[in-house]
């Protein structure tokens, strides 16, 4: 099971009331599923890109952060 699949319900019962009313109603599961599937694709982007970041400053992507950028 995916990271994405587990957020489900929570995801159902946390985001939707942030959407608006009359967008909301047209949110079937389908196009749930979308933008969910959107959503973690963009996810992955970001964390790919802060890795490959990462890598350029010679670090590994899993030491401790540095704030300073040293």
Known sequence: MSK????????????LPYI???VRASIDKA?????????AE????????????AKELHRDADDE???AGR
């Not at 196009?31 to 959503?39: C, M």
Request: proline share 3%; no cysteine.
């Open 31 to 39: 196009r749930w599923d979308e933008i969910r599937l959107d959503v």
């Open 4 to 15: 994405i699949d587990r957020i489900g319900s929570l995801a159902n019962s946390e985001l």
């Open 42 to 53: 963009h996810v992955d982007g970001w964390f790919a890109e802060a890795i490959e970041h």
């Open 65 to 67: 952060i540095d704030f």
């Open 20 to 22: 608006a009313p009359d």
